[in-house]
């Protein structure tokens, strides 16, 4: 009922006021007319109240025609509560956790110094970005303009803005990109900062180590006290890694009282993490949470051209669109496609033409032919047995907006096209339509397992082809 509301709410708002504002307030409890919600701190319930709690109660008397009432409690973690299991850890090396046998396994951790177990030195660039990974290199487009300007903003105004910053995404959509690319800004704003980055997985093994080898005090030093922003990529891997998430929580909290800028780049957003635990997942919503998703047609061209220009090759718009064109699932696999283009072209003396990249990229790219819009349509059409004509019509009647709604999704997820063009192709309507409807599939298929079965078995069936 609540997320029905936030859903409606949705298109109302901006993206960004969304995120920030509504999306890390939950529900707690239905009593008749009064919704207990929770929100994770009191600031942001008061926000909510002054700012966003009558728009929330009219969207609700919309949907059921009734009215409710909301009260809103503040849920606040202890933040030194797990404490004491630490210090455990430390004192008994006999009762190490699962994670600390992973670290030995791995060979990860402890076997070699690694370059991340000493403080960061003010002046010093920081370690571990890549050094192409900046904002200058990194086009912007509706996949990912909130993420990247979220992430500009970040390094801009460091600790005060989006704090922390989520970003979130399927792999090779740029969230590693944009996280280096705040590095590299910070630095070169004030090289004073002591920047820390490392992967979530990093920063396991250094956990793990420094437990090991009793160097704790060190690991905290470096983390809670010698760090001014913090810079932790791909967090979901310690989910589920109780004592890696306990350290991170306190290393989070230590960091954000003290105003340091945090930065965690993510495969899904925090709630969706199996194994993460609440009050972690909480506190990664206090901020910005920004999605990249797959970029649209004409990104990908300009992600080409600028790629192809800055290796020096000349690209006509032809090529470049014939490229971005067969390559649709993320942006590295389309760098790979570039690369395979150009290589080939050397290799054989030959000028580069569309044709010649349909026969390269034809065989070798794992993307099959792109899927259409048609595609989609034809193939939802045939399993629903209802008309196109239908698809692309207003009727509303649940038979047939069901299909419509998952066609849309489909074409979304499997075409690469943007929202106003798929709104448009479905007889004209409005993008706000077709994300509205991509939410409410992704959410059905949740909890309606014959849809989910109907939506997985068409993408199969459309990748297939
Ligand atoms: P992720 O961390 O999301 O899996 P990466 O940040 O590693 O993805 O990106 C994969 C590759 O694609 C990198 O080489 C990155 O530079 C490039 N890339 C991704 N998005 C963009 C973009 N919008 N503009 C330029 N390059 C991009
Ligand atoms: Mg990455």
């Given at each position: 009922?609540?997320?029905?509301?936030l859903?409606?709410?949705?298109?109302?708002?901006?993206?960004?006021?969304?995120?920030?504002?509504?999306?890390?307030?939950?529900?707690?409890?239905?009593?008749?007319?009064?919704?207990?919600?929770?929100?994770?701190?009191?600031?942001?319930?008061?926000?909510?109240?002054?700012?966003?709690?009558?728009?929330?109660?009219d969207?609700?008397?919309?949907r059921?025609?009734?009215?409710?009432?909301?009260?809103?409690?503040?849920?606040?973690?202890?933040?030194?509560?797990?404490?004491?299991?630490?210090?455990?850890?430390?004192?008994?090396?006999?009762?190490?956790?699962?994670?600390?046998?992973?670290?030995?396994?791995?060979?990860?951790?402890?076997?070699?110094?690694?370059?991340?177990?000493?403080?960061?030195?003010?002046?010093?660039?920081?370690?571990?970005?890549?050094?192409?990974?900046?904002?200058?290199?990194?086009?912007?487009?509706?996949?990912?303009?909130?993420?990247?300007?979220?992430?500009?903003?970040?390094?801009?105004?460091?600790?005060?803005?989006?704090?922390?910053?989520?970003?979130?995404?399927?792999?090779?959509?740029?969230?590693?990109?944009?996280?280096?690319?705040?590095?590299?800004?910070?630095?070169?704003?004030?090289?004073?900062?002591?920047?820390?980055y490392?992967?979530?997985?990093?920063?396991?093994?250094?956990?793990?180590?420094?437990?090991?080898?009793?160097?704790?005090?060190?690991?905290?030093?470096?983390?809670?006290?010698?760090c001014?922003c913090?810079?932790?990529?791909?967090?979901?891997?310690?989910?589920?890694?109780?004592?890696?998430?306990d350290?991170?929580?306190?290393?989070?909290?230590?960091?954000?009282?003290?105003?340091k800028?945090?930065?965690?780049?993510?495969?899904?957003?925090?709630?969706?993490?199996?194994?993460?635990?609440?009050?972690?997942?909480?506190?990664l919503?206090w901020?910005?949470?920004?999605?990249?998703?797959?970029?649209?047609l004409?990104?990908?061209?300009?992600?080409?051209?600028?790629?192809?220009?800055?290796?020096?090759?000349?690209?006509?718009?032809?090529?470049?669109?014939?490229?971005?064109?067969?390559?649709?699932?993320?942006?590295?696999?389309?760098?790979?496609?570039?690369?395979?283009?150009?290589?080939?072209?050397?290799?054989?003396?030959?000028?580069?033409?569309?044709?010649?990249v349909?026969?390269?990229?034809?065989?070798?790219?794992?993307?099959?032919?792109?899927?259409?819009?048609?595609?989609?349509?034809?193939?939802?059409?045939?399993?629903?047995?209802?008309?196109?004509?239908?698809?692309?019509?207003?009727?509303?009647?649940?038979?047939?907006?069901?299909?419509?709604?998952?066609?849309?999704?489909?074409?979304?997820?499997?075409?690469?096209?943007?929202?106003?063009?798929?709104?448009?192709?479905?007889?004209?309507?409005?993008?706000?339509t077709?994300?509205?409807?991509?939410?409410?599939?992704?959410?059905?298929?949740?909890?309606?397992?014959?849809?989910?079965?109907?939506?997985?078995?068409?993408?199969?069936?459309?990748?297939?082809?």
């Amino acid at each position: 009922i609540w997320s029905e509301a936030l859903d409606g709410l949705e298109p109302r708002l901006d993206r960004q006021t969304f995120d920030m504002w509504l999306r890390p307030i939950r529900l707690a409890r239905v009593e008749g007319n009064l919704l207990q919600l929770r929100a994770p701190n009191r600031f942001l319930k008061e926000w909510f109240e002054t700012h966003y709690l009558d728009l929330a109660l009219d969207e609700l008397e919309l949907r059921h025609e009734r009215k409710f009432e909301v009260a809103i409690e503040v849920v606040e973690e202890a933040g030194e509560a797990t404490r004491g299991q630490l210090e455990v850890v430390v004192d008994h090396p006999a009762t190490r956790s699962s994670e600390i046998s992973h670290g030995r396994d791995s060979g990860a951790a402890g076997e070699q110094p690694s370059a991340y177990r000493v403080s960061p030195r003010r002046g010093a660039p920081p370690r571990g970005l890549h050094p192409r990974y900046r904002f200058d290199s990194f086009i912007k487009g509706a996949s990912n303009e909130l993420a990247a300007s979220a992430a500009m903003a970040a390094a801009d105004e460091p600790g005060t803005r989006f704090n922390p910053l989520f970003i979130y995404g399927g792999v090779g959509l740029g969230k590693t990109h944009l996280l280096h690319g705040v590095g590299h800004e910070l630095h070169r704003k004030d090289p004073n900062l002591r920047i820390v980055y490392l992967s979530a997985e990093q920063f396991m093994n250094e956990f793990v180590t420094a437990v090991r080898n009793n160097e704790f005090d060190e690991f905290r030093a470096r983390y809670r006290r010698d760090c001014d922003c913090l810079l932790i990529d791909d967090i979901q891997f310690i989910a589920g890694r109780d004592r890696t998430m306990d350290e991170f929580f306190h290393v989070f909290n230590a960091l954000y009282e003290a105003g340091k800028q945090i930065v965690v780049t993510a495969d899904r957003v925090p709630a969706d993490m199996a194994g993460m635990e609440e009050r972690l997942t909480s506190r990664l919503n206090w901020g910005l949470v920004a999605d990249v998703q797959l970029p649209d047609l004409e990104t990908r061209i300009a992600i080409v051209q600028t790629k192809a220009a800055r290796d020096d090759m000349e690209l006509s718009p032809e090529v470049a669109l014939s490229i971005a064109e067969l390559v649709r699932s993320n942006v590295r696999e389309l760098e790979g496609a570039l690369l395979r283009v150009t290589a080939f072209a050397q290799l054989r003396g030959v000028e580069i033409d569309p044709a010649f990249v349909r026969s390269v990229l034809g065989k070798t790219t794992t993307d099959k032919l792109p899927v259409t819009i048609e595609a989609v349509q034809k193939a939802v059409a045939a399993y629903f047995s209802v008309k196109i004509s239908d698809l692309k019509g207003k009727r509303r009647h649940r038979g047939i907006s069901r299909p419509r709604m998952i066609a849309m999704y489909l074409c979304r997820q499997l075409t690469g096209s943007s929202f106003p063009e798929i709104g448009m192709r479905f007889g004209g309507k409005d993008h706000s339509t077709v994300i509205n409807a991509c939410k409410r599939i992704e959410a059905l298929a949740k909890e309606d397992e014959d849809l989910h079965a109907a939506v997985e078995s068409l993408r199969g069936q459309l990748s297939a082809a």
